[in-house]
């Protein structure tokens, strides 16, 4: 895995920046753009930023490799995961709690018409 995913000596590096500190981020941007009600695309945007935010951290404190377009890539994609979700559930809150008169919850992530 190491050379694919990441390229610190350590799996856990790579868990702690990128899918804990970096997945709570980006849970926190797809909450924030829902609870604007913005689109979607502002969410892949803010996610792309937060990839180069990322991509700094593991640079700074464990000296890998700031503009990797590998590693970014894969940091992204893991991020756009956690952002993509947290989008997700908090509009489908907004959905089936603003208008509960014509949609009801599928799926913690979905919701469909009454």
Not at 25 to 31: D, E, I, S
Not at 40 to 55: D, E, K, N, P, S
Not at 57 to 86: E, Q, R
């Amino acid at each position: 895995m190491q050379g694919i995913l990441y390229e610190e000596a350590s799996f856990a590096q790579f868990m702690m920046i990128t899918c804990i500190i970096g997945g709570w981020t980006a849970w926190r941007t797809g909450k924030s753009v829902a609870d604007s009600w913005k689109g979607y695309g502002l969410v892949l945007i803010y996610t792309a930023l937060l990839g180069l935010a990322i991509r700094f951290v593991h640079h700074a404190l464990f000296g890998g490799t700031m503009f990797s377009l590998h590693y970014y890539i894969v940091d992204t994609i893991v991020l756009l995961l956690f952002s993509t979700a947290g989008f997700r559930f908090y509009r489908t809150q907004q959905m089936t709690t603003s208008y509960y008169w014509l949609y009801e919850k599928v799926s913690p992530f979905s919701w469909k018409a009454k």
